[in-house]
């Protein structure tokens, strides 16, 4: 996941390859639930891990169901119906899904059984509405109150008397959740009766109801629909676990990677998304036909879609979208990449979720240039041909706004010259549903070797490069380069294999199949972990003299060039902006004096309780120094366009921030 600030996508070329989806946060937190209400326990596999999820589970061990890994899934021991805490204050984040039917299901477990609860989120989920839901359990005789503003929550669900055999009566027309929370729920209040819904108004986004019916199905709860009016819940239903049950991928998720395929992949090489396919229970899946009506070519398995580029420029769409809600705010930025206007209408339920979507979407799709006209329930987007321009793009921690925007950065294709980066602010708001989306968008996305940002930082040894650049990658969510791991691997790979220091040849061999895995900050030399050894004395000492070794230079090429990766690289070492990378788009000379390098790096032993002399290390350093600038092979020298630093009387925060000053210079966003 990127905890960064900012997220900035270089212009995008292509995409081919294979993505494997998280799992439906809406079967997720549905199954959650139904387990949690069932007797005996549930085996829930490919569970959605994300901050939805993690909050009903959260929830549901406060209320007493004991929740643990089994067979790589999550083992669920339900409350048989039975409430085992009387009080609880639960917390449930910005989660739609785990807000109304804990709400509901509580309301009704509080009235049947005693007991009171409060329900509370972010301050967004403070605004989003849930009065009809409270208005239909009222309307049976719960006691529900607010505990903030009327219509919205918190709230205390605090008994009250249930009247079984009285109809409930709910509005359809805001969101499709209340439905969802009263079916998932009311089964609890079957044990007089038959327990009769009915819906008010026109109810909207039916397929999601279509899932709630589907899964209470599986726990042996058989509804009866009378068309989409009349719900019956049997009398004396019984949540039944089924033992195992296996979620399938996120549908909306899915979307990004169609859109992808639909922008970005030919033919030959189509982007596959597996977790999802013809056989979907969720009705996002039809986005599948909303994005073939633009012009992708779509293969479908049951489980799998392989998506490539058909129409181009795409074709513009006038579509009623009520059937994909959340999907549908990724054809609002396919519709960028379009040959006319495209209008997506009777989305009014965009008003009510993480953000106002509609409002969201058009002053963002603004930013990046493009004609927007937005309506109560509706938006129409004008597409953009050469005229794209970099934004910043605000995205109200609403993780689809995030990733839907990400598909902007394949600007280039609809004509931009050159292409325009994207930048995502607080790329983090993703984990609501797809915490590696951006790391999964990268793994199949490709980019111009030459739009990849590199930032180098070069200086002598103990200037306190590489902490720089790894703060410096760490704040931009970058990839690392430590070139001088390379040397002191090779080093260390040679005192192991007893090579001598002159022997050129060999060691270039050596250097040349050095089997190294790159885990975070951690360091594997043919299997075992080194990142302590390599920083050993005589490990850098021998590395001085390899790196002098023009063959070892060039061994290593391949494998520091392979490090440009998207989104970016921050590469350390001697001369990273002088032959590695020269065209960096920043380059970093770092230096400190020479009593100062030695000053730290006198602190660094001591602190391991390595005895050392600053005199000796001063010296040695300076030797060190006249070594690397005096060889011939990629000398240590300030490439020209470097700028210089001098950290010496600056912490290391401040040097973070001097490099990330001037690197939001040289950006364009
Ligand atoms: O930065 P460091 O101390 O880990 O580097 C170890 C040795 O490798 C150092 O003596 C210089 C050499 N080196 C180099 O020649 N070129 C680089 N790009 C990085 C390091």
Redesign the pocket.
Same mark, same amino acid.
């Given at each position: 996941m990127y905890a960064t600030e900012f997220l900035d996508l270089p212009p995008l070329q292509g995409a081919a390859g294979t993505v494997r989806l998280p799992g439906s946060k809406s079967i997720s937190n549905r199954l959650l639930l139904l387990a949690g209400l069932s007797e005996g326990r549930t085996v829930l596999h490919d569970l959605l891990d994300s901050d939805d999820t993690r909050v009903m589970i959260a929830a549901l061990r406060q209320l007493g169901c004991r929740i643990e890994p089994q067979d790589g899934g999550l083992c669920v021991t339900g409350l048989g119906g039975r409430l085992e805490v009387r009080q609880a204050q639960l917390f449930l984040g910005n989660a739609g899904t785990a807000m109304r039917p804990l709400c509901a299901a509580l309301a009704l477990l509080s009235g049947l059984q005693g007991g009171e609860f409060e329900v509370s989120g972010v301050a967004r989920m403070h605004e989003r509405p849930i009065g009809d839901l409270v208005d239909a359990l009222r309307g049976i005789g719960c006691r529900i109150d607010y505990l903030g503003n009327e219509g919205y929550p918190p709230l205390r669900l605090a008994g009250g008397q249930p009247r079984p055999g009285e109809p409930l009566r709910v509005r359809g027309d805001v969101s499709s959740q209340f439905l969802t929370a009263l079916l998932l729920a009311l089964p609890l209040m079957s044990e007089h009766g038959p327990v009769v819904i009915e819906v008010e108004g026109e109810l909207i986004s039916k397929p999601y109801i279509e899932i709630t019916l589907n899964l209470l199905r599986r726990f042996g709860i058989e509804v009866a629909r009378d068309e989409w009016r009349r719900f019956t819940i049997p009398a004396h239903s019984r949540y039944r676990s089924p033992g195992h049950v296996h979620v399938e991928g996120d549908a909306s998720s899915a979307s990004y990677f169609v859109a992808l395929g639909a922008i970005a992949a030919e033919a030959a090489r189509p982007v596959r998304i597996e977790g999802v396919g013809a056989e979907s229970i969720q009705g996002d899946i039809r986005f599948v036909e909303a994005a073939e009506a633009m012009g992708a070519v779509v293969r479908q398995g049951p489980n799998w879609l392989e998506v490539s580029r058909g129409a181009w420029p795409l074709r513009a769409l006038d579509l009623d979208c009520n059937h994909i809600p959340d999907a549908a705010m990724t054809l609002a930025v396919m519709a960028l990449y379009a040959d006319g206007p495209t209008r997506l209408r009777n989305i009014a339920s965009w008003r009510v979720k993480e953000t106002d979507r509609i409002a969201a979407m058009a002053t963002e799709l603004r930013k990046l240039g493009a004609h927007v006209i937005e309506g109560p329930d509706y938006i129409e987007v004008h597409p953009l041909a050469g005229d794209w321009r970099p934004a910043a793009i605000h995205t109200y921690d609403d993780h689809r706004v995030a990733m839907c925007f990400s598909l902007a950065a394949f600007n280039a294709l609809a004509g931009a010259r050159p292409g325009v980066p994207v930048r995502i602010l607080d790329p983090k708001c993703v984990a609501k549903t797809f915490p590696d989306y951006f790391e999964t968008l990268f793994s199949v996305a490709q980019a111009r070797t030459a739009d990849i940002p590199v930032i180098t930082i070069?200086g002598p040894?103990?200037s306190g490069? /590489?902490t720089l650049a790894s703060e410096v990658a760490q704040a931009l969510g970058y990839h690392l380069l430590?070139?001088? @791991?390379?040397? #002191?691997a090779t080093a260390l790979a040679a005192l192991d294999a007893g090579i001598p220091a002159d022997d050129e040849a060999s060691l270039s061999r050596l250097a040349g199949r050095l089997a190294l895995r790159f885990d975070g900050q951690r360091i594997e030399l043919d299997g075992r972990d080194v990142t302590e050894t390599?920083r050993r004395e005589d490990v /850098?000492l021998l @590395? %001085?003299r390899v %790196?002098?070794l023009p063959g070892v #230079?060039q061994a290593l090429l391949e494998l520091q060039l392979a490090f440009r990766r998207l989104p970016g690289l921050v590469a350390?070492? #001697?001369?990273?902006g002088t032959v590695?990378f020269p065209d960096a788009r920043l380059k970093v000379f770092l230096t400190a004096s020479a009593a100062t390098r030695a000053e730290r790096r006198h602190k660094q032993l001591i602190s391991k309780g390595i005895p050392a002399s600053i005199d000796d290390l001063r010296q040695d350093l300076e030797a &060190?120094d006249a &070594?690397?600038r005096s060889r011939s092979a @990629?000398p240590?020298v300030p490439a020209e366009d470097a700028v210089s630093l001098d950290n010496s009387s600056l912490s290391i925060e401040e040097s973070v921030q001097q490099v990330l000053a001037w690197w939001q210079q040289r950006r364009p966003v």
């Open positions: 070069d040894t103990a490069k /590489g430590d070139s001088g @791991a390379l040397y #002191r390599l /850098g @590395a %001085s %790196s002098a #230079r350390d070492g #001697r001369d990273m590695i &060190r &070594r690397d @990629a240590l």
